[in-house]
Every structure is written in C-alpha cells, then in structure tokens.
C-alpha cells in the first residue's frame, strides 16, 4: 500500500514518511536504562507523540519492558475537581493500553483509593501486575493539567517515585509543549511552602529538535524511493529555509507538492515548486495552523509578538512569558540576539491571521493600478493607497486585535488584497530592529515598503528610515521604493488631513517616496 505525507495526528511507518524514531530521540534509551523520570518537550506539530509511541511500540516488541503512550488530556480539558480528573485520566490509560498492549501486559483492575490518591495506587498496582518486567510510560499531554489537579498528579507520582523500579514504573517520562519545571501552578503558593518541591524527581528535560537539511532529504528521499519523482537539492534547500526545519511543515509543504503542485510524479521538484506550494499552504486552512493562530490573542503571547512585529524592544517582559511562545514554537532566538517568527512561513502566518479584521473590514476596492495588460502601475498603486487612507483609515485601525501595530495590520490587509489579484506580499521584522519591511511582488513589478513609526519623545524617524530602505532596496536590487511613517503622536489632527507623501532619495541615490499617514 503506498506511503504519504501526514500532517494530522500521529505517524507511523506503514503508512507514512518519516524518519527512525531512535534518530530523533538518542538520549531516550540511557534514560530509560538508567530508571530516570525525565521530560519531552516541544512545540505542536514537532513529532512528540509520533515518536514516543512508536518508542513505547518498539520497545515492548523486543520484550524486555512494558512500555506505553498514555494520554493526560482528558483529565485537564476544563476538570478541575480532582476526583474528577482522576477517574478520567484512569479511564482513558485503560482505554490506551487496551489498543496498544496485549492482553497479558495490560494493567490490572484499578483499585479503590480515595481521591488525590487514585492515580499513585493505580501506577503502584500496574507496576507490580508488569513485574518482571520493568513499567515504562510516557504520559503525554501532561501540560494539559491545571493547577489543583496539576499538583495532586506530581504530589503523587513524587511520592510513588521512591518505591520503584517494583513498586513504581521504572522509567516515566512527561511530555508535552512545555518543560514540567515551567508549569504554572495558580494555587501552588501556599500548598509548596515549606514541602519538596514537586519537580525535583526530574533527571533531565530534553526536546526534539527541527530536521537539518540531511534529515529533510532523507524524508524526502523515502518518497522519491517509491514513487520516483526527485527533489532538487533547491527545492530541500528551500523547504528548510521556509520551514527552518519544523516538522509539520516539512511534511505539509512535501503533501502540497506532490498531491496538489507537481502531480505527475515524474517532474523533478524545484525551488520555484516550493514556493508556490508554500504560497497555497499559507493560504489554506489546516488545522495545526489554526490552532497557532488562536495563541495569538493570548495576553502572554500578544506581549511578545507585538514589540516583534513593531520592531520595537520587549518592555519588561517575564522570562516565563518568553519560554511560553517559545515553546509555543511561534518564535525563537536568533543567533545575533533578540527574538523573531520562528520560521519565514509563521512569520507570514502571523500576520496573516492579525490582518483577518481589518482584511475583513476593507471597503470595495477598484483596482485603479492595473494596466489594461495586467501589469501594475506603480505610481498608481500609491495613489490609491493614498485615498484610500484618508478615507478609510481611522476606523479601519479599530478593526485590529493588536492596537500598537493597528497601522500596519491595516496598511497590510490593503496590500493582501492587491497580492490577492495574482500577487504576493513577503513580511520582514524582529524584536529592536525599529521597522518592518515589506515586498509585494505583482507579476514582474515588486514595490519595497519599509514601515516606522514616531512616538512621543522620539525624533523624527525619517532619516533612520532612508538609511534603512536604502539597505532594502539595495538587497532587493531595485532603484526606488515606498518608506511608510506611520505618526502615533498624540494631539494629531484626523488621518485624513495628515496624509502626505514627499519624493526623497537615500543615501545610495534611490528615490523613494516618504508617505506620513
């Protein structure tokens, strides 16, 4: 039966490309070997229950331990009684293990114990049931707990630890989007007073990390193996700088080339391929990537992806909030310092879904800056932006979730909706780099935009903003382009009576036209 791309819930190998298991999890078997209690964490869409599952499956295979992928998230979806949650949890395990085990390796009735106790009595009584065997369970989903129910589930795996490797799984591994010692626990101030803390049973946490090149041609290499058709080494090239590695992507925009770009299964797959695959993506509705989007309105995260895409510095932010979208896998570090978009492709993604309001709320546009040829005037174009500013842009900022950058998520719902005729619009920012540059590309027409804004107590930004659209341009190899100043001052008259632009040239000798709005 022939093998495809997964991009929804877990993989396996008979029916899907992917990579060995023990290749992405090296550290894994000493772990296990050594009866440690540690921690899986990493974004969603990275392959933590894929991988650990087929650990689990493989690992009991070979007979030596009793191994299982269990899940916490039906106790911590919404239940906060902790009897409650633990008579879910128990439910759910049973109905694990009976799809994953045999008969004989499957737990025994669990037994009677009084809540805040249930799931302590329950490991106890499984481990004794595996005996010889050693008990291994990763039990995923384990950030999904809350608080109270959150608490009483380490109280009581910290206090079983002690008694294993017979009374106790040997090894136990928790797993989910987050390090267990960054969990929060809203009512643990007064219960961890003066006790152990609940995390010191924890040897080690660890993560899986994106694909490199070499592991996203070898995936790639599993389908060309079997059906034939290559990837150019530009099309992998590509696929990891759009992707940077993350592991859904890879697989999405590998499904979107072969399913829906290049279908033939016979003309090799290039650069130019992927970037119309990761154009479709981006537009298409998947499920991993709505759920992305939905992080967004989280104050937490608003706090910090705000200052990126204003390009302004993160004021005072809590390192808690900072691991929290990093983990969240919607941003990372750069090499040089400061936080930006974790991949090229989320990057378009989140602004994507910021501008579905004001996109939303766009008036009926003509399309005055379309030749009769289809070409894109344009001089035209930004006149029409012009207008359509003064007209429409005061309560158009209303329209945005995220009030600081309200200027730019309007500006660029305008522009999506020029890139929507047969264009595409490219995004640029980071944490402290004071602007943010854009790229709409129209058939062989491309305008370069760099946006800033001026603040109270700032000096105008007008001459940092030459500077750095001439660098812009100048890597684009274009001779002129637009420099956006978005006035944020207080006391200013109405947008439409403050609208100007003004012709100037940079510093290289490119003429860019200096619209304040």
Known sequence: MPRWFNTTGACNPHDHFMLPTWERLPQVSRLINQKEYFVVH????????????????DLTAKGSHVAVLISMLEGGDNVEDVGTAELAILSSWRRSAKEELPPELRPPPWPDAPPRDRIGAALNAWA???????????????????????????????VGHRHRPSGFPWSLAFVGLRDVRDYRLASDDEGRRGT?????????SITL?????????????????????????????RVFELTRGQPWLVNALAQTLTVETVPDGHTPITADHVDRAKTALIRDTRTHI?????RLNEPRVKAIIEPILAGTTLSGPRNDDIR?????????????????????IYREIIVQELTFGPLAALPQIEPTWLEPGGRMNVDRLLEAFVAFWRQHGEP???????????????????????ADRGGTLEREYAIGSGRMDLCLRYGPDVVAIEIKVWRDGRRDPVEDGLEQID??????????????????????PPVEQRVTVEPRMTPGGRAVSVIRA
């Open 290 to 294: 709505d759920s992305l989007g939905e």
């Open 209 to 237: 990390a994106p694909f490199d090149r070499s592991q996203i041609a070898e995936l790639y290499g599993q389908y060309t193996q079997e059906k034939g058709q290559p990837f150019e080494q530009s099309a992998v090239d």
């Open 324 to 344: 929290y979208v990093q983990d969240l896998g919607l941003v990372r570090m750069r090499e040089s310092g400061g936080l930006e978009a974790a991949n090229p």
């Open 42 to 57: 990493a974004p969603r869409g990275v392959g933590k229950t894929t991988s650990l599952q087929t650990f689990a499956r």
């Open 471 to 492: 660098r812009y341009l100048a890597g684009l190899s274009l001779a002129r382009g637009w420099l956006v100043i978005f006035n944020q001052r207080k006391e200013q």
């Open 196 to 204: 152990p803390s609940p995390f010191n049973i924890v040897d080690k």
């Open 128 to 158: 004794h049931a595996a005996a010889p065997k050693p008990l291994v369970l990763f039990l995923d989903e384990f950030d999904s707990l809350r608080d109270s129910v959150l608490l009483s589930v380490l109280r009581q795996i910290q």
């Open 396 to 418: 158009l900022l209303q329209a945005a979730s995220y009030h600081e950058i309200a200027p730019h998520l309007v500006l660029m719902a305008f522009l999506d909706r020029v």
